[in-house]
């Protein structure tokens, strides 16, 4: 089994910064993907960044571009969301979620094992 648990939300006026992180454990030997999604209130859970173990090949949504940097730390088992110039928009619970393999899949459906969320809000 998988565990997943994601830290870091808050509240940040718009323009500030957040860093989020993922911690896996369980049994997690093996390449594997680590991606985030969030959900804002009333929406459907949207991809937002995905992190490749074996080279960090990422992949993000079009609307974090350039604002969002996903990075991973190996030895601690550890994803980290880097979130910079946050929006209004940007608000939402992210979850965290995990897969063996290494596909970065943008839809929820292929991803195993998912954290409870942190919410994270952001003022105008």
């Known amino acids: 089994q998988v565990q997943v648990a994601e830290s870091g939300g808050g509240l940040v006026q718009a323009g500030g910064s957040l860093r989020l992180s993922c911690e896996v454990s369980?049994?997690?030997?093996?390449?594997?993907?680590t991606g985030w999604f969030r959900q804002a209130p009333g929406k459907g859970r949207e991809f937002v960044a995905g992190?490749?173990?074996?080279?960090?090949?990422?992949k993000y949504a079009d609307s974090v571009k350039g604002r969002f940097t996903i990075s991973r730390d190996n030895v601690k088992n550890t994803v980290y969301l880097q979130m910079n110039s946050l929006k209004p928009e940007d608000t939402a619970v992210y979850y965290c979620?995990?897969?063996?393999?290494?596909?970065?899949?943008?839809?929820?459906?292929?991803?195993?094992?998912w954290g409870q969320g942190t919410p994270v809000t952001v003022s105008s």
């Open positions: 369980g049994r997690t030997f093996g390449p594997a993907s």
């Open positions: 979620a995990y897969n063996k393999g290494l596909l970065i899949a943008t839809a929820e459906m292929w991803w195993n094992s």
């Open positions: 992190i490749k173990s074996n080279n960090g090949d990422t």
